[in-house]
């Protein structure tokens, strides 16, 4: 799917709210899969607990995070952590400009 750049804008903006990261994300969606992708590698190599509050806090389905652990490389479960994690905050971003619209 094709998400606008003002959608993109918005998620990255959350996201890095969320992830209380210093710096910008970027607003290219493969680009900020793969910025998310690499903290997500971080919290599962040093802190797991902050990772599932995270997931938690977005919302994330826990049938989803189940089938995106099953992955065979730590890198591979970060990357598909990270596309649940964007997926659902533009999902979110779109719900909130549809309703702002009203």
């Known amino acids: 799917m094709t998400y606008s750049p003002a959608l993109l804008a918005s998620a990255a903006r959350q996201l890095q709210r969320v992830f209380e990261s210093e710096h910008r ?56 952590i990270a596309r649940l994690i964007v997926e659902r905050e533009l999902l979110k971003a779109q719900i909130r400009f549809r309703y702002s619209q009203n």
């Open 25 to 80: 994300l970027p607003t290219q969606e493969n680009d900020l899969i793969q910025e998310v992708s690499r903290m997500v590698l971080y919290l599962l190599r040093h802190n797991l607990n902050q990772l599932l509050h995270i997931l938690y806090r977005i919302d994330v389905e826990e049938r989803k995070v189940k089938q995106a652990m099953l992955a065979a490389s730590e890198d591979e479960v970060a990357e598909n």
